[in-house]
């Protein structure tokens, strides 16, 4: 195995998974983040640790590739490598395999440190980074933001109180929960005939236990895209981008 790469392998459940019998984007993410998760409790850098010392990681945007969704029932292992890091910020892969060497997907992540008493990005601890082994570099990847659609189509905004059940252990609402809020923006026809390929999901503001959140959509279907936009009173909290493609009925 390539030096710093964790993998473990997982069977999809039917929880994961829609109508369609394909895992949902907000699982798919579930499943990788959990690999991250194990690699980190095998070096010993468990949440509790981490928390004690009065920290967290959040993850400030995801990039996701997808060739194909794990299916129900399917075996799958999923690999994880902290790719390299900077004073504030910290880079992950992650990709998808199936039981015969087939990519499904592939995510890279961005996290940062997070002081909890102030709520403000921290600088990285050497203590906290060295044992994945990772390289150093002072370069600051530029990452896409994604972008409102130029000729996009409207779609009637979703509401959603935030529940107890939301939040993680980090006080505000588990970045997972934004994929469903902004699928379901979509429609039930376009889902089941569609299916996708890429997403650029990026974070800008926490959203907290009881907040009212307002999910925004525009679609142009002529070029298979979509543009989300998770907000409460506060302001914008997280946008996405959606590249899709048609399924084979």
């Not at 990788?32 to 640790?49: F, H, N, P, R, V």
């Not at 203590?127 to 370069?139: Q, R, T, W």
């Not at 809020?181 to 889902?191: K, N, P, Q, T, V």
Request: with cysteine; hydrophobic share 35%.
């Amino acid at each position: 195995m390539t030096e710093g790469v964790f993998s473990e392998k997982h069977q999809v459940l039917f929880y994961e998974t829609d109508r369609t019998k394909e895992t949902t984007v907000g699982m798919l993410v579930n499943i990788l983040m959990l690999a991250s998760q194990d690699q980190s409790i095998a070096l010993g850098l468990t949440e509790e640790k981490i928390n004690a010392l009065g920290y967290g990681w959040v993850i400030t945007q995801h990039l996701i590739e997808i060739v194909r969704m794990p299916k129900y029932g399917e075996q799958i292992t999923i690999f994880t490598k902290a790719d390299s890091y900077n004073r504030y910020f910290c880079y992950r892969d992650f990709w998808i395999e199936s039981q015969q060497g087939e990519r499904l997907a592939k995510m890279h992540s961005v996290f940062v440190l997070m002081d909890q008493q102030k709520r403000k990005i921290a600088r990285v601890l050497d203590e906290l980074i060295d044992p994945y082994n990772c390289e150093y570099s002072a370069k600051v990847e530029r990452m896409p933001d994604p972008k409102r659609l130029a000729q996009g189509r409207q779609l009637p905004a979703k509401q959603y109180r935030v529940r107890f059940m939301d939040i993680d252990s980090n006080q505000h609402v588990n970045n997972v929960h934004y994929f469903d809020w902004m699928i379901d923006g979509l429609s039930e026809d376009f889902l089941l005939r569609h299916k996708l390929l890429k997403m650029n999901i990026k974070y800008k503001r926490e959203v907290h236990y009881g907040e009212m959140v307002e999910s925004a959509t525009e679609i142009d279907e002529a070029k298979l895209e979509s543009f989300h936009v998770i907000k409460t009173v506060q302001g914008e909290s997280c946008r996405a981008r959606c590249l899709w493609q048609k399924r084979s009925m």
